[in-house]
Protein backbone atom coordinates (compact mmCIF):
# COMPACT_ATOMS: atom_id res chain seq x y z
CA UNK A 1 0.00 0.00 0.00
CA UNK A 2 1.18 3.57 -0.85
CA UNK A 3 2.68 5.13 2.25
CA UNK A 4 0.74 8.25 4.38
CA UNK A 5 1.87 7.89 7.47
CA UNK A 6 4.48 9.60 8.85
CA UNK A 7 5.21 8.12 11.60
CA UNK A 8 5.98 4.67 9.39
CA UNK A 9 9.57 4.58 8.47
CA UNK A 10 10.74 7.63 10.40
CA UNK A 11 8.14 9.43 7.26
CA UNK A 12 7.89 12.11 10.01
CA UNK A 13 10.10 14.06 9.78
CA UNK A 14 9.75 15.41 6.52
CA UNK A 15 5.94 14.98 6.39
CA UNK A 16 5.71 16.65 9.68
CA UNK A 17 5.21 20.52 9.74
CA UNK A 18 9.08 21.28 9.95
CA UNK A 19 10.12 23.98 12.14
CA UNK A 20 12.90 26.32 10.65
CA UNK A 21 15.25 28.27 11.89
CA UNK A 22 15.62 31.54 11.16
CA UNK A 23 18.38 31.92 8.36
CA UNK A 24 21.77 33.33 9.30
CA UNK A 25 23.36 35.89 7.46
CA UNK A 26 26.22 35.04 5.40
CA UNK A 27 28.45 36.94 2.73
CA UNK A 28 28.50 34.09 0.65
CA UNK A 29 25.13 32.28 0.24
CA UNK A 30 21.97 31.82 1.71
CA UNK A 31 22.36 29.04 4.81
CA UNK A 32 19.29 27.29 5.94
CA UNK A 33 18.88 25.23 9.03
CA UNK A 34 16.05 22.81 9.32
CA UNK A 35 15.38 20.70 12.43
CA UNK A 36 12.62 18.06 12.68
CA UNK A 37 9.39 19.09 14.35
CA UNK A 38 8.32 15.50 16.50
CA UNK A 39 4.56 16.22 16.01
CA UNK A 40 1.81 13.97 17.63
CA UNK A 41 -0.63 11.74 15.69
CA UNK A 42 -3.29 14.20 17.22
CA UNK A 43 -1.13 17.36 15.90
CA UNK A 44 -0.96 15.63 12.28
CA UNK A 45 -4.07 15.29 11.83
CA UNK A 46 -5.49 18.77 13.18
CA UNK A 47 -2.41 19.91 9.95
CA UNK A 48 -4.07 17.55 7.67
CA UNK A 49 -7.63 19.21 8.47
CA UNK A 50 -6.07 22.74 8.29
CA UNK A 51 -4.64 21.79 4.61
CA UNK A 52 -8.17 20.75 3.20
CA UNK A 53 -9.36 23.99 1.89
CA UNK A 54 -6.07 24.73 0.53
CA UNK A 55 -5.57 21.31 -1.15
CA UNK A 56 -9.41 22.21 -2.67
CA UNK A 57 -8.44 25.31 -3.51
CA UNK A 58 -4.96 24.14 -5.76
CA UNK A 59 -6.79 21.77 -7.53
CA UNK A 60 -8.90 23.85 -8.84
CA UNK A 61 -6.23 26.26 -10.09
CA UNK A 62 -4.41 23.25 -11.24
CA UNK A 63 -7.32 21.72 -13.40
CA UNK A 64 -8.69 24.90 -15.29
CA UNK A 65 -5.61 26.76 -15.86
CA UNK A 66 -3.49 26.43 -18.33
CA UNK A 67 0.19 27.35 -18.71
CA UNK A 68 0.21 30.19 -21.68
CA UNK A 69 3.29 32.30 -23.19
CA UNK A 70 3.57 35.73 -21.58
CA UNK A 71 2.05 38.13 -23.94
CA UNK A 72 0.68 37.49 -27.51
CA UNK A 73 1.59 33.95 -29.15
CA UNK A 74 2.39 33.67 -32.55
CA UNK A 75 3.72 30.69 -34.56
CA UNK A 76 7.20 31.83 -35.15
CA UNK A 77 7.28 31.28 -31.04
CA UNK A 78 6.07 27.50 -30.92
CA UNK A 79 7.46 24.27 -33.04
CA UNK A 80 5.95 20.80 -33.16
CA UNK A 81 8.03 17.58 -32.53
CA UNK A 82 7.33 13.73 -32.75
CA UNK A 83 9.49 11.88 -31.08
CA UNK A 84 9.79 7.92 -30.53
CA UNK A 85 10.07 6.43 -26.97
CA UNK A 86 12.24 6.25 -25.51
CA UNK A 87 12.93 9.95 -25.17
CA UNK A 88 16.63 11.66 -24.12
CA UNK A 89 15.25 14.46 -23.22
CA UNK A 90 15.22 15.88 -19.47
CA UNK A 91 12.45 17.97 -18.09
CA UNK A 92 12.00 20.13 -14.88
CA UNK A 93 9.03 21.37 -13.20
CA UNK A 94 9.28 25.25 -13.48
CA UNK A 95 8.00 27.87 -10.90
CA UNK A 96 4.95 28.10 -12.44
CA UNK A 97 4.36 24.51 -12.38
CA UNK A 98 5.00 23.91 -16.23
CA UNK A 99 7.61 21.32 -17.61
CA UNK A 100 10.84 22.89 -19.05
CA UNK A 101 14.10 21.45 -20.86
CA UNK A 102 16.87 21.09 -18.90
CA UNK A 103 18.79 18.67 -21.03
CA UNK A 104 19.36 18.48 -24.50
CA UNK A 105 20.63 15.02 -26.37
CA UNK A 106 23.60 15.54 -29.23
CA UNK A 107 21.62 13.38 -31.61
CA UNK A 108 20.36 15.06 -35.07
CA UNK A 109 16.70 13.84 -34.30
CA UNK A 110 16.97 16.63 -31.49
CA UNK A 111 17.94 19.92 -32.76
CA UNK A 112 16.34 23.05 -32.49
CA UNK A 113 15.23 22.17 -28.95
CA UNK A 114 17.07 24.65 -26.26
CA UNK A 115 17.43 24.13 -23.11
CA UNK A 116 14.43 26.30 -21.56
CA UNK A 117 12.06 25.37 -23.68
CA UNK A 118 8.34 25.22 -22.45
CA UNK A 119 6.13 22.12 -23.23
CA UNK A 120 2.69 23.66 -24.42
CA UNK A 121 0.94 20.55 -25.68
CA UNK A 122 1.65 16.72 -25.73
CA UNK A 123 -0.25 13.71 -27.19
CA UNK A 124 -2.46 11.92 -24.44
CA UNK A 125 -1.40 8.70 -22.85
CA UNK A 126 -3.56 6.91 -25.59
CA UNK A 127 -5.24 7.34 -28.63
CA UNK A 128 -5.33 10.67 -31.15
CA UNK A 129 -6.10 13.76 -28.68
CA UNK A 130 -3.70 16.12 -27.89
CA UNK A 131 -3.83 17.33 -24.51
CA UNK A 132 -3.02 21.23 -23.07
CA UNK A 133 0.20 20.88 -20.94
CA UNK A 134 -1.62 22.02 -17.82
CA UNK A 135 0.85 20.44 -15.24
CA UNK A 136 4.33 19.04 -15.02
CA UNK A 137 2.91 16.11 -13.79
CA UNK A 138 -0.04 15.17 -16.58
CA UNK A 139 3.00 15.64 -18.92
CA UNK A 140 4.90 13.37 -17.28
CA UNK A 141 2.17 10.77 -17.24
CA UNK A 142 1.36 11.30 -20.56
CA UNK A 143 4.94 10.92 -21.69
CA UNK A 144 5.35 7.59 -19.44
CA UNK A 145 2.19 5.63 -19.97
CA UNK A 146 2.08 6.50 -24.29
CA UNK A 147 3.05 3.28 -25.94
CA UNK A 148 3.64 4.83 -29.36
CA UNK A 149 5.45 8.16 -30.42
CA UNK A 150 5.27 11.21 -28.50
CA UNK A 151 3.69 14.60 -30.20
CA UNK A 152 4.97 17.83 -28.12
CA UNK A 153 4.08 21.27 -29.25
CA UNK A 154 6.91 23.23 -27.73
CA UNK A 155 7.41 27.05 -26.69
CA UNK A 156 10.43 28.93 -27.34
CA UNK A 157 11.89 30.95 -24.86
CA UNK A 158 15.08 31.94 -26.61
CA UNK A 159 17.16 30.82 -23.49
CA UNK A 160 15.34 32.44 -20.99
CA UNK A 161 15.32 30.23 -17.56
CA UNK A 162 14.30 32.59 -14.87
CA UNK A 163 10.95 29.85 -14.60
CA UNK A 164 13.27 27.32 -13.43
CA UNK A 165 14.74 29.85 -10.86
CA UNK A 166 13.21 28.86 -7.33
CA UNK A 167 13.68 32.67 -5.83
CA UNK A 168 13.50 35.60 -7.94
CA UNK A 169 16.48 38.01 -6.96
CA UNK A 170 15.41 41.57 -6.24
CA UNK A 171 17.98 44.54 -8.14
CA UNK A 172 19.39 45.92 -4.22
CA UNK A 173 20.05 41.74 -3.67
CA UNK A 174 22.17 41.61 -7.17
CA UNK A 175 23.83 45.19 -6.74
CA UNK A 176 24.78 44.54 -3.08
CA UNK A 177 26.24 41.10 -4.13
CA UNK A 178 28.09 42.55 -7.39
CA UNK A 179 29.86 45.05 -4.57
CA UNK A 180 30.45 42.08 -2.26
CA UNK A 181 27.95 43.59 0.45
CA UNK A 182 25.99 42.70 2.83
CA UNK A 183 22.77 45.10 3.23
CA UNK A 184 19.15 45.66 3.53
CA UNK A 185 18.52 44.54 -0.35
CA UNK A 186 20.68 41.05 0.99
CA UNK A 187 18.60 41.00 4.41
CA UNK A 188 15.44 41.42 2.79
CA UNK A 189 15.96 38.48 -0.43
CA UNK A 190 17.07 35.52 2.42
CA UNK A 191 13.80 36.96 4.29
CA UNK A 192 11.84 36.11 0.88
CA UNK A 193 13.80 33.17 0.18
CA UNK A 194 12.87 31.64 3.50
CA UNK A 195 9.01 32.74 3.12
CA UNK A 196 9.21 31.16 -0.17
CA UNK A 197 10.56 28.02 1.57
CA UNK A 198 8.14 27.73 3.93
CA UNK A 199 5.05 28.05 1.07
CA UNK A 200 6.58 25.42 -0.94
CA UNK A 201 6.66 23.23 2.02
CA UNK A 202 3.20 23.91 2.87
CA UNK A 203 1.95 23.22 -1.12
CA UNK A 204 4.17 20.06 -1.34
CA UNK A 205 2.72 18.74 2.06
CA UNK A 206 -0.84 19.53 0.55
CA UNK A 207 -0.17 17.63 -2.56
CA UNK A 208 0.97 14.34 -0.96
CA UNK A 209 -2.40 14.15 1.06
CA UNK A 210 -4.32 15.12 -2.07
CA UNK A 211 -2.81 12.47 -3.82
CA UNK A 212 -3.16 10.09 -1.12
CA UNK A 213 -6.89 10.46 -1.10
CA UNK A 214 -6.89 10.00 -4.86
CA UNK A 215 -5.18 6.69 -4.66
CA UNK A 216 -7.60 5.60 -1.44
CA UNK A 217 -10.36 6.09 -3.58
CA UNK A 218 -8.51 3.95 -6.76
CA UNK A 219 -8.12 6.97 -8.73
CA UNK A 220 -4.26 5.53 -9.71
CA UNK A 221 -3.92 8.14 -13.07
CA UNK A 222 -4.94 11.53 -11.15
CA UNK A 223 -2.40 10.14 -7.72
CA UNK A 224 -0.08 9.17 -10.21
CA UNK A 225 0.03 13.04 -11.78
CA UNK A 226 0.50 14.59 -8.24
CA UNK A 227 2.90 12.39 -6.75
CA UNK A 228 4.93 13.25 -9.97
CA UNK A 229 4.64 16.81 -8.89
CA UNK A 230 5.70 16.22 -5.34
CA UNK A 231 8.45 14.28 -6.55
CA UNK A 232 9.48 17.00 -8.75
CA UNK A 233 9.07 19.64 -6.19
CA UNK A 234 12.30 17.89 -4.44
CA UNK A 235 14.72 20.90 -3.11
CA UNK A 236 18.06 21.40 -5.46
CA UNK A 237 21.18 20.77 -3.28
CA UNK A 238 19.38 19.24 -0.18
CA UNK A 239 21.32 18.54 2.82
CA UNK A 240 19.93 16.73 6.00
CA UNK A 241 20.66 16.57 9.22
CA UNK A 242 22.30 12.92 8.56
CA UNK A 243 23.53 14.28 5.60
CA UNK A 244 21.16 12.64 3.58
CA UNK A 245 20.58 14.23 -0.18
CA UNK A 246 16.96 13.90 -0.71
CA UNK A 247 14.11 14.52 1.70
CA UNK A 248 11.87 11.74 2.85
CA UNK A 249 8.77 13.01 1.49
CA UNK A 250 10.91 12.35 -2.19
CA UNK A 251 11.44 8.61 -1.06
CA UNK A 252 8.47 8.14 -0.60
CA UNK A 253 6.64 10.10 -3.65
CA UNK A 254 8.75 7.76 -5.80
CA UNK A 255 7.74 4.64 -3.72
CA UNK A 256 4.39 5.44 -4.23
CA UNK A 257 4.86 6.44 -7.99
CA UNK A 258 5.67 2.57 -8.08
CA UNK A 259 2.65 1.78 -6.69
CA UNK A 260 0.68 3.63 -8.82
CA UNK A 261 2.33 2.38 -11.94
CA UNK A 262 1.96 -1.33 -10.63
CA UNK A 263 -1.67 -0.74 -10.36
CA UNK A 264 -2.57 0.47 -13.83
CA UNK A 265 0.22 -2.24 -15.18
CA UNK A 266 2.98 -0.40 -16.37
CA UNK A 267 6.09 -2.58 -15.42
CA UNK A 268 9.05 -0.70 -16.68
CA UNK A 269 7.88 2.45 -15.50
CA UNK A 270 7.35 1.27 -12.28
CA UNK A 271 10.42 -0.55 -11.81
CA UNK A 272 12.14 2.67 -12.78
CA UNK A 273 10.53 4.62 -9.83
CA UNK A 274 11.65 1.81 -7.60
CA UNK A 275 15.28 2.33 -8.78
CA UNK A 276 14.68 5.88 -8.00
CA UNK A 277 13.54 4.85 -4.63
CA UNK A 278 16.04 3.06 -3.55
CA UNK A 279 18.70 5.14 -4.80
CA UNK A 280 17.60 7.89 -2.99
CA UNK A 281 18.18 5.76 0.25
CA UNK A 282 15.14 3.83 0.83
CA UNK A 283 16.00 0.53 2.98
CA UNK A 284 12.74 -1.28 3.53
CA UNK A 285 13.58 -4.07 1.10
CA UNK A 286 11.53 -6.33 3.07
CA UNK A 287 8.03 -4.12 1.86
CA UNK A 288 8.94 -3.91 -1.71
CA UNK A 289 8.77 -7.04 -1.76
CA UNK A 290 6.07 -8.19 -0.12
CA UNK A 291 3.67 -5.50 -0.56
CA UNK A 292 0.37 -6.43 -2.75
CA UNK A 293 0.54 -3.39 -4.31
CA UNK A 294 3.35 -4.06 -6.28
CA UNK A 295 2.15 -7.36 -6.55
CA UNK A 296 1.85 -6.60 -10.39
CA UNK A 297 5.71 -5.95 -10.92
CA UNK A 298 7.32 -8.14 -8.15
CA UNK A 299 6.32 -11.25 -10.73
CA UNK A 300 8.70 -9.81 -13.08
CA UNK A 301 12.41 -10.91 -13.76
CA UNK A 302 13.21 -7.15 -13.63
CA UNK A 303 12.15 -6.58 -10.38
CA UNK A 304 14.30 -9.52 -9.13
CA UNK A 305 17.63 -8.00 -10.82
CA UNK A 306 16.47 -4.82 -9.31
CA UNK A 307 15.98 -5.79 -5.70
CA UNK A 308 19.38 -8.24 -5.92
CA UNK A 309 21.41 -5.15 -7.03
CA UNK A 310 20.41 -3.11 -3.51
CA UNK A 311 19.18 -6.48 -1.69
CA UNK A 312 21.88 -8.39 -1.74
CA UNK A 313 20.68 -12.01 -0.92
CA UNK A 314 22.39 -13.78 1.86
CA UNK A 315 22.42 -16.71 -0.59
CA UNK A 316 24.00 -15.98 -3.98
CA UNK A 317 22.30 -18.04 -5.99
CA UNK A 318 25.17 -18.07 -9.28
CA UNK A 319 27.76 -18.96 -6.54
CA UNK A 320 25.65 -22.05 -5.27
CA UNK A 321 25.24 -23.14 -9.02
CA UNK A 322 29.19 -22.80 -9.97
CA UNK A 323 29.81 -24.95 -6.42
CA UNK A 324 27.43 -27.65 -7.49
CA UNK A 325 28.79 -27.41 -11.26
CA UNK A 326 32.24 -28.09 -9.66
CA UNK A 327 31.92 -31.26 -7.69
CA UNK A 328 29.17 -32.68 -9.78
CA UNK A 329 26.28 -32.23 -7.38
CA UNK A 330 23.01 -33.22 -8.64
CA UNK A 331 24.40 -34.12 -11.68
CA UNK A 332 23.57 -37.15 -13.92
CA UNK A 333 25.89 -39.99 -12.86
Known sequence: APIDDPFDASFHARIARTAIVEPQR????????????????????????????????????????????????????????????????????????????????????????????RIEAVSASFGNEIWGAESYGQVMYAIKNRSGDIYLKMKKMNGDLSALEVNEKSSAFKNERAGGNYGAGTKEQQMNNYSKKRELENQRLDMFDEAIELYNGKDYDSALIIFEEVAALEPKNYMGDDFSKTTEIYKVAQYNIACCFSRIGKEDESILALKRCMSAGWTDYRKIRTDPSLAFVQKSQKFQELMDKFDEPIINANAVKAFKSLFNIGGKK
Request: glycine fraction near 8%.
Open 26 to 117: TRTRLSMSFTSAALSRAQFATARVAGADRRSRRRHQRLSVVIRADGASTDADTYELNLAKPIELKFNRGNDGGAYVVFVPTEKKYDGIEIGD
